[in-house]
Structure formats: structure tokens, C-alpha cells
């Protein structure tokens, strides 16, 4: 799962939610799970995060290369929308692209 790959999203939005947050419980919850050792609990701020998370999915055969992107609404006017986060998933190759299409 990409997200192992790339633990400083999750660990990011864990300290800038705080303890307690749904990150936080998150982020503890994929630190327990097994073959994640060696992912640090800390994320290394020194290191700039990508501005998307690359990904692949694998099912029945199929393996798709995406890159995801998240949108969050920073100062809304309307509390409804207030940490509203938007993901998109877009097709990183030619025949990801193509599956789709088909």
C-alpha cells in the first residue's frame, strides 16, 4: 500500500491535528500493523513531501499505477465546508489511463 511508502502525509496530519485526532488514531493503527517496522513515528520535516502520493493498486490480475492528490479548504465562509478534503485519483501511465477509458 503506497501510504507505507510515504508515512510523512499521515504522520504531518497527525501533528498539525494533534493527539486525539482521527490522524493520530490513524497513524497509530498502521504503525501496529505487521511489516511496518522501521517506519518511523516521527516524520523527518527535513525531507519536503511530495505535493501528491503515488500509489499502486493490484486485484484479479489487474495493476494500476495512480497518483492521488488531496484539496482541503483552508478558510471557508461556511462552517459545512469547514476541513472539507477533497481526493482525486488520476492514471500515472499509459495503461492505467486505458483501463479506465475502457
Known amino acids: 500500500m503506497a501510504i507505507f511508502s510515504h508515512p510523512q502525509w499521515v504522520q504531518r496530519e497527525a501533528m498539525g491535528d494533534g493527539p486525539g485526532s482521527e490522524a493520530t488514531r490513524l497513524l497509530d493503527e498502521l504503525m501496529a500493523l505487521p511489516g511496518i517496522a522501521g517506519a518511523v513515528r516521527q516524520p523527518n520535516l527535513e525531507r519536503a513531501a511530495l505535493p501528491f502520493l503515488p500509489m499502486q493498486l493490484r486485484k484479479d490480475g489487474v495493476a494500476l499505477n495512480l497518483f492521488t492528490t488531496?484539496?482541503?479548504?483552508?478558510?471557508?465562509?461556511?462552517?459545512?465546508?469547514?476541513?472539507?478534503?477533497?481526493?482525486?485519483?488520476?492514471?500515472?501511465?499509459?495503461?492505467?489511463?486505458?483501463?479506465?477509458l475502457a
Do not use: N
Not at 78 to 95: C, G, I, K, M, N
Open 70 to 100: 488531496i484539496t482541503t479548504l483552508g478558510t471557508p465562509h461556511d462552517v459545512t465546508v469547514h476541513e472539507l478534503r477533497l481526493e482525486s485519483f488520476f492514471p500515472a501511465d499509459a495503461a492505467s489511463r486505458e483501463w479506465f
